[in-house]
């Protein structure tokens, strides 16, 4: 085999090698889009569930309670949910962009 040949076949095993790790890597981004949109609404329920649980009070935070209106569970879960909630504003900006 010439050394021609053999550089086109060193070529086409990177090119199909190359071609695999496109679709991994897709598939990679297709997941962390969907994980993405778990977030916010994860920490609206735990929030939720923060305020029916009526469970007692987290004892590292119950000494603070006075000193903000942020303090707490459900005010954390809150801003985490709302911190988070980039992925959907994106999703529904796109949806109202190609309708």
């Known amino acids: 085999m010439s050394a021609f040949h053999t550089s086109l076949n060193v070529a086409a095993e ?3 090698a190359r071609a695999r790790a ?3 890597n897709a598939a990679a981004h297709r997941a962390a889009g969907w ?3 778990a977030a916010a609404p994860t920490f609206a329920i735990m929030a939720l569930l923060t305020v029916l649980g009526g469970g007692a ?3 590292l935070c119950s ?3 006075a000193a903000s209106p942020l303090s707490g569970m459900v005010p954390m879960y809150l801003l985490m ?3 988070h909630s ?3 504003l994106k999703l529904i900006a796109r949806r109202r962009g190609g309708a």
Do not use: E, I, K, T
């Open 81 to 83: 949910s709302a911190f």
């Open 63 to 65: 000494g603070a309670q």
């Open 57 to 59: 009070p987290d004892m």
């Open 35 to 37: 994980l993405s949109l």
């Open 14 to 16: 990177r090119q199909v």
């Open 86 to 88: 980039a992925p959907w």
């Open 22 to 24: 496109g679709r991994g």
